[in-house]
Nanobody
Framework: QGQVVESGGGLVQPGGSLRLSCVASGISFGTYAIEWYRRAPGKQREWVGTIASTDFTNYAESGKGRFTISRDNSKNTAYLQMNNLQPEDTATYFC?????????WGQGTQVTVAS
């Protein structure tokens, strides 16, 4: 049974940076696309960005120029590097691993941006 677990969240001041990790187990990680989502209090889940199995990346407008997604298949891990964080980035961040109809979601990691 596959599983993904996020980590790396925390409290950061505006303008700061965080790197989130998404560690997978029980799947052939290199064949899966990894997507990052976030859900702010009182709001719907929002797509943040994707890294394909080919390493192609795509980002939501809200994160372009600030967020970078990468992956290390040797560690079964994907990363979301977030720079110049702002209060509006406060949310629970989730990763998902998917290929075809097979998808796994993590439990999320909280990111709070406040001074």
């Amino acid at each position: 049974q596959g599983q993904v677990v996020e980590s790396g969240g925390g409290l950061v001041q505006p303008g700061g940076s965080l790197r989130l990790s998404c560690v997978a187990s029980g799947i052939s990680f290199g064949t899966y696309a990894i997507e990052w989502y976030r859900r702010a209090p009182g709001k719907q889940r929002e797509w943040v960005g994707t890294i394909a199995s080919t390493d192609f990346t795509n980002y939501a407008e809200s994160g372009k120029g600030r967020f970078t997604i990468s992956r290390d298949n040797s560690k079964n891990t994907a990363y979301l590097q977030m720079n110049n964080l702002q209060p509006e980035d406060t949310a629970t961040y989730f990763c998902s691993a998917h290929v075809a109809m097979d998808i796994y979601w993590g439990q999320g990691t909280q990111v709070t941006v406040a001074s």
